[in-house]
């Protein structure tokens, strides 16, 4: 039996959130499993919703004492149906991780002592039982920090290539490109001859950007922002966008700005606008709100959802393989994450920490090390 701590995620019946540190107890390995001592998770946006759910994070007041940390928050009512399921139901936190074997089943003994990546969810906590299959030894020489995100930024990235391959488009429009993902996309477009247009908010973030090689950078903030990103389109050619912002304008403006570097300034008027197909992928949430769509680009056009647990579920097993072996050779340069800040699991529950993470900024990305409680 291997004890621990683990970040745990509550809603209760009268709708307070609360998320603590709880103790749990691992069964001995079976024949195909392995204990892993985790010592590193990075903080995904996909973790944030896990933790807090619909809660009023205005709310968020702190309980407990400082060996067992406790944060409450209020979930308003009219969001308590869309929770129902959990209601009651402690959820583990931690989309992705890695760590050392410390035990393992029979079957599993070649991974005595390893260090490896894993993704079983529940990576917030000293120790996690995991099945060997799921486990991807780290190459030699690689930390627990460089291995612990090798699946969601990486494939992710990888996933949006393909998709664009697949689709038979030629170019990509990336927002939030100054992201850890979006420095990856850039890097991989780069290598890959892939006419890539970048859409940042701040002028440090352009500069940062272009001293990595981009060519196309446009600021979402500049007043000329939309006839900039027409002239970087017209560039490239590009007729796939991915926004991790989800709310606001920014997806109809993608469309809008394809329409127009697609329209030849000497053409007829069009009054269902271009044929050429043109399809913007909303994969996040950074913004709150609804969509928006300024209908400017004819009706040659879509926008849906796209999510790395669809994208792989169908793709092959071979294609899977290939992504995730170019992520290893690929470790320590192109899909090497970097982080602003490294806590442990009970700093996670300081509200100040809590409220800087939560607060998601591009560029600014969270470790936790459980081996630091």
């Given at each position: 039996m291997t004890t621990g701590l683990e970040l745990k995620s509550l809603i209760t019946a009268d709708g307070i959130l609360r998320l603590s540190l709880e103790p749990s107890e691992l069964p001995d390995p079976a024949a195909d499993e392995v204990i892993v001592r985790i010592e590193a998770a990075p903080l995904n946006p996909t973790d944030h919703y896990q933790m807090t759910g619909p809660a009023d994070l205005s709310t968020l007041r702190q309980d407990g004492n400082s060996d067992s940390p406790v944060l409450l928050a209020t979930v308003p009512q009219a969001a308590m149906p869309f929770v129902?399921?959990?209601?009651?139901?402690?959820?583990?936190?931690?989309?992705?991780?890695?760590?050392?074997?410390?035990?393992?089943?029979?079957?599993?003994?070649?991974?005595?002592?390893?260090?490896?990546?894993l993704r079983p969810g529940g990576m917030f906590a000293q120790y996690r039982l995991a099945k060997a299959a799921d486990c991807v030894p780290l190459p030699e020489g690689a930390s627990s920090a460089d291995g612990a995100a090798i699946f969601v930024n990486p494939l992710t990235v990888l996933g949006f290539v393909e998709t664009m391959k697949t689709e038979g488009h030629t170019g990509l429009v990336h927002a939030a490109a100054a992201s850890n993902l979006g420095q990856m996309l850039l890097k991989v477009c780069l290598a890959d001859n892939i006419p890539l247009v970048n859409i940042v908010r701040k002028p440090s973030q352009v500069e940062l950007l272009r001293g990595l090689g981009a060519t196309h950078v446009v600021n979402s903030a500049d007043p000329d922002f939309e006839a900039d990103l027409v002239r970087a389109i017209a560039e490239t050619g590009a007729t796939m966008g991915f926004d991790p912002t989800g709310g606001g304008r920014l997806a109809g403006q993608m469309l809008a700005a394809m329409?127009?570097?697609?329209?030849?300034?000497?053409?007829?008027?069009?009054?269902?606008?271009?044929?050429?197909?043109?399809?913007?992928?909303?994969?996040?949430?950074?913004?709150?709100?609804?969509?928006?769509?300024?209908?400017?680009?004819?009706?040659?056009?879509?926008?849906?959802?796209?999510?790395?647990?669809?994208?792989?579920?169908?793709?092959?097993?071979?294609?899977?393989?290939?992504?995730?072996?170019?992520?290893?050779?690929?470790?320590?340069?192109?899909?090497?994450?970097?982080?602003?800040?490294?806590?442990?699991?009970?700093?996670?529950?300081?509200?100040?920490?809590?409220?800087?993470?939560?607060?998601?900024?591009?560029?600014?990305?969270?470790?936790?090390?459980?081996?630091?409680?």
């Open positions: 129902a399921r959990r209601v009651g139901q402690p959820r583990p936190i931690g989309t992705e991780g890695a760590g050392t074997v410390v035990a393992a089943g029979r079957e599993a003994d070649h991974l005595m002592g390893q260090r490896v990546a329409e127009a570097a697609l329209t030849p300034p000497d053409a007829e008027h069009m009054v269902y606008g271009t044929d050429v197909p043109k399809r913007v992928y909303i994969y996040g949430g950074l913004e709150g709100g609804p969509t928006v769509l300024d209908r400017r680009f004819g009706f040659a056009w879509d926008i849906g959802g796209w999510l790395l647990f669809n994208f792989m579920k169908r793709t092959d097993a071979a294609t899977r393989a290939s992504l995730q072996q170019r992520v290893l050779d690929e470790l320590t340069t192109t899909f090497a994450s970097s982080y602003t800040r490294v806590v442990s699991l009970r700093q996670v529950l300081d509200p100040d920490i809590f409220r800087a993470f939560q607060a998601r900024a591009t560029g600014e990305k969270f470790l936790v090390d459980p081996t630091l409680d």
